[in-house]
């Protein structure tokens, strides 16, 4: 390899042949403004292969989604005028790209000492493989034996974690976040999904995330950050907290799996506060509108039965939320995420940040309405 165009053919051939993994631009020209990075790695949107070009501003990030060949002039472009340095990571070496102080180009090339997996980014790719049932941290959690092995009892929770990765990677590729996303797990309980979502990000993904699990219990919280550093999981740990007290400068995703009642409502608040580029939680109990429910109309005699009366309340309880993200600027989705015998709790509510819809507060105000609901909890929040 000689020159740019050699390494460009590279980078093509390895998207071809699926041996490219990621790549990184640095030591910015001072052409590129407040440029600071490129990171891409590839996606697939709507069948056809792209690469997600995270460009990395002094204060914020921008993804572009490119095609093959706009990706290799943009590069040939910003590799000739706007950085001087660049690494490509492939299954089975790292290449360096340099200018040197001599203004040549010159080539680094390093064997991996493991060869890495290439990010899948196949539609039919096969979902059983994207946890990795050897890793401790499913057997600390008692979900496998010793030898990684799922146990009979951990078999429906690690079914469910599986399914509710597959669900974050269909959104991921539709919806990219900066490689060095900021994800905050609420009420994270033992912090199984946490260390999986990490797992996930960081080895499928070739991701440098930063995950926050928040929990209330501090014995769970120090167990999970005594298991994080036995799994080398640097940027994955626990805050003993009050999801309530949650701050944060920057998150761009935010999941809750079975946050209690009205914990859902406090971290659908924190994601929409947060301006989480997208709020994934499966909803708990549903006690507070249960409670809050004073219907006097033609349904007044169906809901005298309690589990009528249970299941209209968490219809509610989600559809306001819904309703409520949607009027404070999400898309939502609301959907079954995993068979009822895996878990009752199967729904999930979606958001993905877009534009208000200020109609969804009067559909909220008419069902409130109806169902002589005074308050639902979330909107006290926001
Ligand atoms: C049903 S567990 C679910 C745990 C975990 N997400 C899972 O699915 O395995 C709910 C967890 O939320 C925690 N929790 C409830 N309210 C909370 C709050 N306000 N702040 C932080 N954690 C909370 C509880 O302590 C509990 O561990």
Redesign the pocket.
Known sequence: MKNLEDFLSVIDKSLKDNTFVKMTLAKPTANGGDLKNIYLRPVEIKRQLKLACTHRYATRDEVKNLDIPTSLQTLEQRLTHDFLHADLFLISEQITFLWNKKKEITFVIKKNSTVLEPISTQHDRSKSRLLDAKQLYFNRLEITDLEGNVTKNGQKKFKQVNRYIEIIDDLLRENPLPIDAHIA??????G??TFALYDFLTVRKAMNPVVQG????AA?TDASNELAQKCHFANLNFVT????NFNSERLDMLI?????DT?TD?AIAKGIQSKAAIIMVAP?CHKQIRKAMNVQNELRPVLKHGILEERQAELITDGIRALLMEAHGYKTSVFEFIETEHTPKNVLIVGIRSRPNLEALKQVAAIKASFGIEKHFLETLI
């Open positions: 797990d609420m009420g994270c309980g033992k199984l999904l928040f929990e209330l219990r769970l907290a009050d999801i309530l809750a799996l079975h946050a209690c914990a406090i708990c």
